[in-house]
Each structure stands twice: as structure tokens, then as C-alpha cells.
């Protein structure tokens, strides 16, 4: 007898990102798709990443960010934004949830972040 299909599929991971431990743990639920990206064991800032309403397009689509919890400042819109409108993207334009606790915030770092968050994939 095969195990039924989890309710809530979920993934995580932890990668050295320029010398950093780099935790990832992605959870897809029914609205939402949560992701946790930290460097210090904790959520972090908790940030609502969110498909813009008059966007028809899925490939044009516009992102607005809103900080719920933590620390709103203008880097942590600008990491947000870069690190999850793929997966708004490729889940159907579908908003994601961010929990957001960066020691290193470099470019270089935000890219390499990304692919760990692909390989995390639960979309």
C-alpha cells in the first residue's frame, strides 16, 4: 500500500552560500507559498511578496512587498523581489510568504540564494 500524498508538501535544504550556512525551507499550501531563507536560524523578517491585481499576464506580472514583520527597509524589498518572483511565476502568479534573516545580502550571495530555493521546489 503506497503513503498518501502529503497535505502540505514542503522541502528544505542547507547550503554554504561565500562561506555562510544558508538554511531554505519552502512549504506550498492551497493560497500561499511560504519560504524561510536564513543565515541565523530564525525567520527573520516576514515579508508578503504578492502578484499585482490588474497584471492579466503571468510573464509581466508586477510584485508589490509589504513587510509584515521585522525591519522594513528599503533592502529587504529590493532582496524579496529578487529572490521569489520566479516562484510567484512558475506557481501560477500564485503570492509567497518570505521569512527573510540575511547576514550577506551581496549580489553574488542573492543569486546563488536563488538556485538554492530552486532546488527546494514545491510549486
Not at 523581489?81 to 527573510?100: K, Y
Amino acid at each position: 500500500m503506497s503513503s498518501p500524498e502529503p497535505i502540505i508538501r514542503s522541502k528544505k535544504t542547507e547550503k554554504e552560500v561565500n562561506g555562510i550556512s544558508t538554511q531554505v525551507a519552502c512549504t506550498e499550501f492551497s493560497n500561499y507559498i511560504f519560504i524561510v531563507l536564513t543565515q541565523y536560524g530564525k525567520i527573520g523578517t516576514l515579508i508578503s511578496v504578492t502578484p499585482d491585481s490588474r497584471s492579466n499576464d503571468i510573464s509581466t506580472s508586477t510584485l508589490s512587498t509589504k513587510v509584515l514583520l521585522g525591519k522594513d527597509e528599503p533592502l529587504t524589498h529590493v532582496c524579496a523581489r529578487n529572490l521569489v518572483t520566479f516562484v510567484s511565476q512558475e506557481a501560477g502568479n500564485r503570492p509567497v510568504l518570505l521569512g527573510l534573516a540575511l547576514k550577506d545580502s551581496s549580489i553574488d550571495s542573492i543569486k546563488q540564494m536563488k538556485d538554492i530555493i530552486k532546488s527546494c521546489q514545491v510549486w
